[in-house]
């Protein structure tokens, strides 16, 4: 497995998209090495957002910083759209088990392109669904709410699910976790496993956005 920035990842889904490089810039600053992406397609979650030209807008600033870009794919068939982020300057590419009948095949694309694949389950997935691909990926991602939003309340019962997560995963590859991360909850997800903190709103929507980011990094035991 490759060296995996380790900590809070703010998710820029919640942040002022008309500055949007300053709002990257202000969790840099703050210590900040892995910058979430989450593109949807109005398809696998109704929302649409934002595609590889953003993210090639904003992948010079994370890499100037030494920060990763992390693009989630919320979209149908992710492997049509690995060219495209893989060239856009995205570091990791997430792609959601449920997306696609080849998601082995689309980790493969992601690791050809040398960037570093990941794979997402949703909350009502069992974590069984990536068994046979722990040991192609580096990071598996835990869903903590149903993708397509930001700002949803934590699923309580992710943290029994994490739990089996690790069991299953041991130490082959980083989990993630992401949807409803704040202070109160990144702890015990740290304890169940996780070692990436994904948060959005609880970040860019805090009336202090850096000192929102230092309090959830110390809970996640990264402060
Ligand atoms: O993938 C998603 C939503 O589908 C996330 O990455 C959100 O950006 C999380 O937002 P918060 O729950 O932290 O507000
Ligand atoms: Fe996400």
């Known amino acids: ?23 990257v810039d202000l969790v840099l600053d703050a210590g900040a090495r892995t910058i979430h992406f989450d593109v949807m397609d109005g398809h696998f979650v109704p929302p649409i957002t934002v595609g ?24 149908e068939r992710p492997e049509r759209h690995v060219d495209a982020f893989a060239e856009a300057g995205a570091d990791r590419i997430l ?37 046979e691909l722990v040991d192609v990926v580096d990071v598996v991602l835990c869903m903590t709410v149903n993708p397509g939003w930001g ?3 934590f699923l309580e019962s992710s943290i029994a699910k994490l739990g089996r997560l690790k069991a299953l995963v041991g130490d082959r590859a980083e989990i993630e976790v992401d949807g409803g991360v ?4 990144a702890g015990p997800c740290a304890e169940a496993g996780a070692t990436i903190f994904v948060a959005g709103s609880a970040i860019f929507h805090a009336d202090d956005p850096v000192a929102a980011f230092h309090q959830i990094s110390t809970a996640a035991g990264y402060g």
Do not use: C, W
């Open 1 to 23: 497995m490759t060296t995996i920035p380790r900590g809070v990842a703010p998710s820029i889904l919640s942040a002022d998209f008309a500055r949007l490089g300053e709002q």
């Open 52 to 75: 590889p030209e953003v993210a090639k807008a904003i992948a010079p600033r994370i890499h100037a910083a030494g920060a990763i870009l992390d693009v989630h794919l919320m979209v």
């Open 95 to 131: 792609v959601q088990v449920e997306s696609t009948p080849n998601v082995h095949y689309a980790i493969r694309q992601i690791r050809d392109h040398g960037r570093s694949p990941g794979v997402v389950i949703n909350p009502g997935t069992p974590v069984d669904a990536v068994a």
């Open 151 to 153: 700002g949803q309340p």
């Open 182 to 185: 704040d202070a109160g909850t």
